[in-house]
């Protein structure tokens, strides 16, 4: 089982939908956690970091549940800007080096 | 201004012949990564330096090789690339358990 799972995609969507991205991770003494989106051919870039208390910026939401190590990122109202793919990051190192990426998740936003 | 700066952004390489890939901050973070990613696959860490401490992954080929002269400047060094080293190499850098900011990337490609 990989640290870092995802939903497997890719999720096709029409303009205006909202969409949800899933991601679980094993490692319970992970300490932070982050969205990145990447383009094709592109580096990651980062989108927002995920709070406990659930944290929004805009069209989008993140949530996080310690509990069932559980990540969620919800996307309102898409754009065809947003069709990318959708990395879930984990931090489980106590001194920050510990970064383990999930395998993404492809959307495309279709007109 | 780019903040994570890697050069360069292309490079093709003979099967067997070494290759040097290089990446520069202007964040003076002491954390700084390189991943080497795959057609629609997840950045794969390879190594990291805190400060001048250098991190090898456990499955990190020895292939593999990382300098790091000072804070701002990072080397990848693949001492006989293979067809299977044909990639996109990400340099990214981070202070702590904060978040990471990643360079263009090099894609390299092995003839």
């Known amino acids: 089982r990989k640290e870092v799972e995802q939903d497997p995609g890719p999720f096709n969507v029409p303009e205006g939908a909202t969409v949800a991205f899933n991601c679980t991770y094993s490692?319970?003494?992970?300490?932070?956690f982050f969205w990145y989106r990447q383009d094709c051919r592109k580096e990651p870039k980062l989108l927002m970091s995920?709070?406990?208390s659930g944290n929004e910026d805009g069209r989008f939401t993140a949530q996080l549940n310690r509990a069932s190590q559980y990540i969620s990122l919800l996307i309102r109202d898409s754009k065809l800007s947003d069709s990318a793919t959708y990395l879930c990051v984990v931090n489980r190192g106590n001194y920050g080096q510990n970064f383990v990426f999930g395998p993404g998740t492809r959307l495309s936003v279709l007109p | 201004d780019a903040m994570v700066i890697q050069n360069p952004r292309y490079q093709v390489t003979q099967f067997g012949k070494p290759v040097t890939l290089s990446c520069s901050q202007t964040l003076n973070h002491n954390v700084m990564y390189w991943y080497q990613q795959k057609s629609s696959q997840a950045p794969k860490l390879l190594f990291h330096y805190y400060d001048k401490d250098f991190n090898n992954e456990a499955d990190t080929p020895d292939n593999f090789q990382s300098r790091r002269p000072n804070t701002s400047f990072c080397f990848l060094d693949i001492r006989s690339p293979g067809l299977g080293d044909a990639a996109m190499y990400l340099c990214?850098?981070?202070?702590?358990?904060?978040?990471?900011?990643f360079g263009a990337g090099t894609r390299l490609s092995v003839l």
């Open positions: 990214a850098t981070s202070s702590g358990k904060n978040i990471q900011y």
């Open positions: 995920v709070y406990s």
């Open positions: 490692n319970s003494a992970s300490q932070s």
